[in-house]
């Protein structure tokens, strides 16, 4: 996107939200799309259930004994997907609200910088949206994660967007399966064409997780590049 078109873009918000001013979500309450006051009501739990094995609990929602057998180091949760948080994502991913990409992108921030992420240098970052298909991309016009891992990168100087994994399977949709039918749904649907990833922290940005089964086939697709770590970072978790 040219300099010159994402300028004529930027003009062209501030003039709707000068006609239409934004009002929140949730509240109504007129100056954002997500205000401050609904923001705080976010919740989240201080551990959760591993999501490989679903035996054991840890506060990165990744066992110690998953960890080793998985490929995840850990998930670091946002909040839980509650009523507050479905709809706000549910605007943003088929609305076109994407404005919310800002709101959003605070909700992370918040947890990220109490996270074990924090610890890291961020030149040891590199944050890889998860994809969507190319035909899903064209119908909605946008990856949704993408908008919030450029978003969380601007303030990770040094960080950057990793490049070259790709979803290679156009998939049925996840909402209606069980545990063990998502994990088959998406079994070989990711794939990584690009450089090696040695010496390098990847961070898996998802905006919902139930299972965990999408993080775990990312991780699969991106383990034989030899990154260091690979970590999931998920806006909100679902039950």
Not at 218 to 239: E, F, N
């Amino acid at each position: 996107m040219s300099k010159a078109f994402s300028f004529l873009r930027y003009l062209g918000d501030l003039f709707l939200d000068f006609i239409f001013p934004p009002h929140c979500l949730i509240c109504g309450y007129l100056g954002d799309w997500f205000c401050d006051t609904c923001r705080q009501q976010l919740t989240k739990d201080p551990v959760y259930d591993c999501l490989v094995c679903v035996g054991q609990q840890h506060q990165d929602a990744i066992c110690d004994a998953c960890q080793v057998t998985s490929g995840l180091a850990g998930v670091v949760i946002a909040c839980n997907y509650d009523r507050l948080i479905q709809r706000v994502i549910h605007s943003f991913k088929y609305k076109d609200a994407r404005v919310l990409q800002f709101a959003l992108t605070e909700v992370f921030w918040q947890v990220f910088v109490q996270s074990s992420l924090a610890r890291l240098s961020p030149e040891q970052l590199i944050i890889f949206p998860v994809p969507l298909h190319p035909h899903k991309q064209t119908q909605r016009g946008y990856n949704q994660c993408e908008l919030l891992a450029r978003q969380l990168i601007e303030r990770l100087p040094g960080s950057y967007l990793g490049q070259g994994l790709i979803r290679q399977l156009d998939t049925s949709s996840q909402m209606q399966l069980t545990r063990q039918e998502r994990l088959y749904n998406l079994e070989g649907a990711f794939a990584y064409t690009g450089q090696s990833l040695a010496g390098r922290t990847v961070v898996l940005l998802d905006d919902v997780c139930t299972t965990g089964s999408t993080l775990l086939e990312c991780s699969r697709a991106l383990l034989p590049a030899q990154p260091d770590q690979i970590w999931g970072l998920v806006l909100a978790h679902g039950r």
